[in-house]
């Protein structure tokens, strides 16, 4: 017997009512350095489209004396089975001479299914 997939289209508050969790580290530096980050993403942002993005503020552990930040969004949802990821790439802020390149990809919405 096979499985039947029901898709169950969100409301737009649904959409609104999540955030995502992320973890990570940034790309080694030339002094062999590496920062770490972990944050929350902001609420959902529902567009016209039917997908959504997320505001994304973080700022690096302090490692040889400085930190890094970035400010941007995360589009586009993954589907992951009846949940969902996004996937980012970009560079942080310059300090000390240098900035990071980074590649990250949120956990699940509502991972842990306490709603």
Known sequence: MGYIKIKIKKSNSQYKSHVHEVQGYLKMAEDK???RYSFITGEAIFLENGNHCHEIVFQTDN???????YKGRICGAIPMGDKH???????TTDAD????GFR???LMDNPTDVL
């Open 104 to 106: 990250l990809v949120t």
């Open 97 to 100: 001479g240098h900035a990071h």
């Open 63 to 69: 490692t040889d004396g400085h930190f890094h930040e």
């Open 33 to 35: 350095h590496y920062h």
């Open 85 to 91: 990821v996004h996937y980012l790439e970009g560079i």
